[in-house]
């Protein structure tokens, strides 16, 4: 079962991706973007919190550690994922996004004294090697040195998010073995994130923007939205009843879906080479390495 909620997770995220690579294209505002999805998964969320959640659960000292991971990850690591689909394509930016798990293992290393094994220097040098790769790639999207210097700037988001992500999963988790509540996490994890891009969006006086997403990619975000809610619950319910280093290969290996979807309904807007291929298999299979035989 945990790991069919994780596929559920990873299929969920792809989708995700997919439907906001295309509202984007309509409505280049990541920030809007967020703001939408996180919306759609906090109402969602909130009221599966009413009808099943026990009143008794809305304590602090239970979901302290949810509102940490909220304020890291959905919130500022998708509005950083968005930016960098925007600016990179789901081809490029995915696959970084997806390497969460090397920062999560060097963050053992370096603060919980965990061993360094064979399949975990394997598994980083894979993971590296990938990065590189689509660094490359990157750079070589344009011919001119002047945008080869802003292409490489962009990298930044994908990496940014992927830190802030593989933090949060690690305080979802402490989370729920202090109260084994899906609902709740996610409930207080989307509902922190909401709230502080709801105050952003309102203090940098983009309100307005909200009110002029094209319709088209209107649908697309909410849909964004809908497919993260699936995601969410499936993740939350598999960090509950699994490990981490079980749950987090499987639900962060969906740039491998990503890259199907791209090459098959994206080419208009996506570029797909064998290096792009090749980097993305060689972070999943490091992703792997790193969670599954450390």
Known sequence: ???????VTCFSYAIDNYFVRQGLAKSPQPLVATVITLSVNFAFFLILSFIFVPLDFFRLDWVYLFIIAGILAPGCARALSYKGIERLGLSINT??????????????????NEPVTLPIVAGIVSVVTGLILLGVETGRRKGTRVTKRFQYRYLLFPIMASILYGVSVFFRKLGLNTVRSPILGATFTSGTSWCIFMIALIKSGNRKDLFQVKKQSLIYFILGGVATCIGWFSLFTALSIGRVTIVTPIATSYSLVTLLLSYFFLRQVERITLKIVVATVLIVGGVVLLSVLK
Do not use: R, T
């Open 1 to 7: 079962m945990v790991a069919l909620f994780a596929l």
């Open 95 to 112: 696959p970084i996004v997806n390497a969460e798990s090397l920062f999560a293992v060097i963050m053992a290393i370096l603060f919980l």
